[in-house]
């Protein structure tokens, strides 16, 4: 593997940050003396955590009613929430790597750190030096990045930059170059169009530092995205693009041209969306780093993750919209035919629009069907979702409960929904058995 560690500094002290940027929005990263924003999300109230937290934050805000000696009501506490972020964004001593798009983030975002041995921030979670942990949400805010540089000091990041988390300037991170992998409208639920969708996205290319390099692929419309900035685009085409490539039961070798010639790379699953993702990644290690990616590609947490566990074949993989599952199940189809079950960990607040449309795509393939629900606050909310499942004539029931059932009638399983597949396996007594 011709690549190394990129060079940076990892001396971050955090009495150098003045207290007002000292927050946090998750108890995950709070740090004694944080001023702590108490959220009610659709999954939890962070209120509850008020009685543990009260003495050890500066101070408390929460957008709703709530008691204790330094804890401030403010209805307007996402915003406030926002300008600290803008603060912070201006003051942390941060070098970012962007990665927005429909399909591919976590994937190049996961390989590009893993690579070049920088901080990740993303879909699966926040990994730096010796601090690993899932995040809450996949539109999180920048304080988890903040504190985490607080606590490691790592202050090289590749960060993915969802659409929502654009659209509500969670993010506004000084960027030292970005990667846009697709477009396809996807949250519609939020976003309600497709050029709202397209905005959101679009906004990542103000956070570009002057003169930084952006990479676009193939079916992303450059006009009027990048006025300030020069850039590449990769793909099949391009400036950065697949010569050919081979695959295997559950991996494939890739052959990428690049202008400092051809790179050889080993990825551990199949499918061409991985070849295209493959090109991004090198690209962007060449465009950030000049470093030269070649040889083993690592795996990525639940993204057509190959495993046997108990005696049951699975694909682990986090699809989770009707596309990136229909993509998923295409490859596993190649493979299976339609001898394999798809277990779906659907959200409590999955949209009914977005329910039918997995219960469609999972048909098309002739399998069978199962899904878990990932619980809202909303319990009637998550009771509606989970009987449009059973009406599809799917198993239903807790993840646990619908690993068991499957379990005794099926020997081939793909998972999809679900970050964290590993752990609520081992709940249900399947995972390191």
Known sequence: MEFMAAEHSSTGSEHSIPDLIKFSSDNRWFMDGDIFFAFTGSHFDARTLIPELQNRAKLIITEKEA????????????????????????????????????????????????????????????????????????????????????????DHWVVELSSIGLSEDRLPLPLEG????????????????????????????SYLKKGALALLGQNVPAADVVPRNPFLRYGDTGDFYILDRKEYEWEQDVRIYT????????????????????????????????????????????????????????????????ESIDACLQTVAQRWGNDFVVIHGATGYEPENKSYEIIKVIKQYGVSGAASIIKSLDEKQSEETLKRYEDAGFLTGSSSEVFQLCSKKFKKWVIVGMRDAYDRLKEAGIYGT
Not at 109 to 120: F, H, K, N
């Open 67 to 154: 008691s204790g000696s330094n804890v401030i009501h403010r209805p307007d506490a996402r915003q406030l929430y926002k300008k600290f972020i803008k603060a912070g964004a201006r003051v942390y001593p941060l070098h970012v790597w962007g990665v927005t798009g429909t399909k591919g983030k976590s994937t190049i975002a996961w390989w590009l750190s893993s690579l070049l041995r920088t901080g990740y921030m993303g879909t699966l979670g926040i990994r730096a030096k010796d601090v690993q942990f899932v995040l809450p949400t996949t539109t999180t805010g920048a304080d988890a990045l903040f504190n985490t540089y607080r606590k490691t000091g790592e």
């Open 178 to 205: 970005l990667i846009w992998t697709t477009f396809e409208p996807e949250h519609m639920d939020y976003h309600k169009t497709t050029y709202a969708y397209y905005s959101a996205k679009k906004k990542a290319f």
């Open 259 to 322: 202008p400092q010639g051809v790179s050889n790379v080993h990825l551990p699953m199949p499918g061409k969306v991985f070849a295209h993702d493959a090109v991004g990644t090198v690209a962007a290690a060449f465009l950030w780093k000049g470093i030269k990616l070649e040889g083993e590609f690592p795996s990525v947490p639940v993204r057509m993750n190959h495993v046997l566990m108990n005696g049951i074949e699975m694909i682990i993989d986090f699809a989770h919209t009707p």
